[in-house]
């Protein structure tokens, strides 16, 4: 409210003039009571949207899933496949079901800016992926944005690992921790606890744990300052400065196998093509990392430096763009181009040992955010293959996407078998 005091005049009554000094009292109250009614009514305002806000809150955390229960939460961070037949089995998914938000903190000479959360939590599910149904689900709570986390299967385990998060500015210390739960029942058969009695050497706790996905290893650093690998498949725990004369037991320099791998034709880094490669057991990892690609074209280099050979298959193909998501001695699965530029199309296409093309899938059966866009620069297949994860159980490939979901692809014909956006 806006008063004119200009109108108002207060002179001695001696010159004459009445005094109005009462009609000002009066306006003044007046005012002050409209402006405290103003008050009142913002402050209504403002309840009223922090209640909107919680309920809305409340709607999407706890109606929206009571209303669907068979519905996967969360932002997709992993998946295994436990195979018990033909084409038949389960799934153990992992989701981030945390609210995030950007934040930044300044100071007088520091400034930050980092990721946030609210309602912190994971959700660990079994699910059967054939009827579309969640047969257990199981969530852990966080303090703040979940860490680095990773599933990985072995013989008769499902192992879930947390790298853990230091504390900073940003964070809040979340442990690291190692779960492993029985393939069949899904139960949780080991936790820190019960690694710490089996392994005395880190019974101080875990400061840090590092994943290594290809071997599959773990790097352990204890609040004592101890530093050890340890290999799940072999539940063997090894010093650290011991780790690669342990590794030469596993993975021989003698010992040679076969696989299959994507190299660079000469002259250009954009047409990929298709090799059997023969190599001792120890450098196998090499050839599964875009490292490599260009060393598979020169032989004289490959074998001086690897100890290999390479032998092209499917001469008359190459692949645009190829990034090789699955490779072993039987099987290469690669997702390419069919054209460099504007209206790309990808595809995946895969390929056996004998130089078959044996199934090709097409873009529009895939994620969504698979495709090619010109205009988006994270959609190179640079940024894309770090987003992209494909693993073989039985006759089952698992392809999985970062924020998109899950494809089972039946492995001999190519066939999808289920598609699971989360």
Known sequence: MTIDYTKITTEDSSSGLKDNSKDIEKLRKEFLAKRKKSKGGCSKFFLILITLIIAGFTILFYGIPALTPDAIRGDFIDAVYIPYGVNEGKL??????????????????????GTKGIFCKTWTYIYDPVEKRIISQEKTPYDDISPNMKLFLTENKIWKIS?????SSLREYIEPEIIAYETESGEIIIDNKEFYEHHPQTKSGFQK?????????????????REFVYYPEDD?????????KYEQ??????????????????????RKILFLVDCPENEKFRFKSSSSERMLGDTSSLYFFTKSTAKRLLKEQVFLEGY??????????????????????RMLTCADSKGNLLWEIKQNELFDDIGYDEK????????????????????????????EGIIGIDSKTGKILWKIKI
Do not use: C, W
Request: proline share 2%.
């Open 249 to 270: 037991t596993l993975i021989s320099a003698k010992k040679r196998i076969k696989l299959l791998a994507l190299g660079t034709e000469k002259g250009s880094e954009q």
């Open 376 to 403: 988006d620069p994270f959609s190179k297949m640079t940024f894309l293959e770090h987003k992209l994860n494909m693993n073989l159980f039985n006759d089952l490939f698992l392809f999985t996407m970062q924020n």
């Open 163 to 167: 790298e853990g998060s230091e504390s």
């Open 92 to 113: 153990m998914i992992l989701t981030d079901g945390s609210f995030k938000f950007r934040f930044t903190k300044s100071s007088p000479g520091s400034y930050s800016t």
């Open 209 to 225: 744990i590092t994943i290594n996905e290809k071997f599959p290893k773990l790097d352990i650093k204890t609040k004592d300052g």
């Open 236 to 244: 063997a725990l090894i010093n650290k400065d011991d780790a690669v």
């Open 324 to 345: 090789l998501i699955y490779g072993d001695s039987n099987y290469a699965v690669i997702l390419h181009q069919n054209q460099l530029g504007q209206n790309a199309e």
